[in-house]
């Protein structure tokens, strides 16, 4: 019953069944990565736009002091 097993068969389907897990799993992290850096990215972001805006508003109240001023 044994004897009629091909092996060369047998690892043959495990390599593919491995490449094809590894991929998948290779997949999924890369994409969950992806969606990580986006979302790390747009926090910079945010917080890169209220750093000007606070340096626009210190600015446009020097310039309203200095044309008071004059």
């Known amino acids: 019953m044994f004897q009629d097993i091909s092996w060369g068969l047998v690892i043959y389907q ?31 972001l945010k917080t890169l736009e209220k750093k000007l805006d606070k340096v626009i508003e210190i600015l446009e109240e020097e310039k309203n002091n200095n044309l008071t001023k004059s």
Do not use: D, P, Y
């Open 14 to 44: 495990i390599i593919a069944f491995g490449l094809i897990t590894l991929f998948i799993l290779s997949f999924t992290l890369f994409i969950k990565r992806l969606l990580k850096n986006s979302v790390e990215k747009n926090n910079q």
